[in-house]
């Protein structure tokens, strides 16, 4: 069966401190995979996805970035960090052609 | 104008009542519809799929209506532990763009 981990479970970084969220799935190939970004109250933001290694789409011009170097990896990235960069960060994928997303526990990061 | 919008609530019903949860959405490209479910502070797990005939799982039954664009989720005979945020979600087939609602909040009390 599909597994999908993230980590670290929680954040808490001061602003202008770099940041990299990983994300990585298990018992598929090839899937589609995107970052999410929920803030308190709020529904959830698409951040990227990508469809294959090394393709990524941003969907909100921001100071973060992803990138994908593996087949099954995913990562989030930020040089230097914002307040509103605080959020509940949640990493999905689905299988390729299929739209059911599936997400990861997430990261909850506090950016003081 | 928000491409998915749902009643925030809070909807607090008593235990065994019927509720039912609306969600419009914006594009009428719109091909994929689903349901999560979002308990505090945990990730959305997908509770159904929403076809076009419509499509029932036990105590939820899930519609679509194209012309009015919107969605709807019934739950039958609730229990306490369909208390959660469920949300709805909207997917256009030219991309991988989905889009959430931002949940309704549902609390069924004993």
């Known amino acids: 069966s599909q597994t999908i981990h993230q980590w670290p479970a929680t954040l808490v970084q001061p602003v202008g401190s770099p940041l990299s969220l990983e994300c990585t799935v298990e018992?598929?190939?090839?899937?589609?995979l995107y970052w999410y970004r929920q803030a308190a109250g709020r529904g959830l933001q698409l951040l990227f996805y990508?469809?294959?290694?090394?393709?990524i789409s941003s969907e909100v011009p921001q100071n973060l970035s992803a990138s994908r170097p593996q087949d099954r990896q995913f990562i989030l990235s930020s040089k230097k960090l914002l307040l509103s960069d605080s959020g509940f960060y949640l990493c999905?994928?689905?299988?390729?052609?299929?739209?059911?997303?599936?997400f990861g526990p997430g990261t909850r990061l506090t950016v003081l | 104008r928000k491409e998915v919008e749902q009643d925030p609530g809070p909807f607090n019903v008593p235990e065994g009542a019927t509720v039912a949860f609306n969600c419009t959405y914006s594009?009428?490209?719109?091909?994929?519809f689903f349901w999560y479910r979002q308990d505090c502070r945990k990730e959305p797990k997908l509770l159904m799929s929403?076809?076009?005939s419509g499509n029932e799982d036990g105590r939820f039954t899930a519609q679509l209506n194209r012309a009015s664009q919107y969605i709807s989720l019934l739950i039958r005979d609730s229990k306490l532990s369909d208390s959660a945020t469920y949300l709805c979600v909207v997917n256009y087939r030219t991309g991988n763009q989905f889009y959430f609602g931002t949940g309704t909040s549902l609390t069924v009390i004993p």
């Open positions: 999905a994928w689905s299988v390729q052609g299929y739209n059911e997303q599936f």
């Open positions: 990508s469809v294959g290694i090394g393709q």
């Open positions: 018992g598929t190939s090839n899937p589609n």
């Open positions: 929403v076809y076009s």
């Open positions: 594009n009428s490209a719109s091909q994929s």
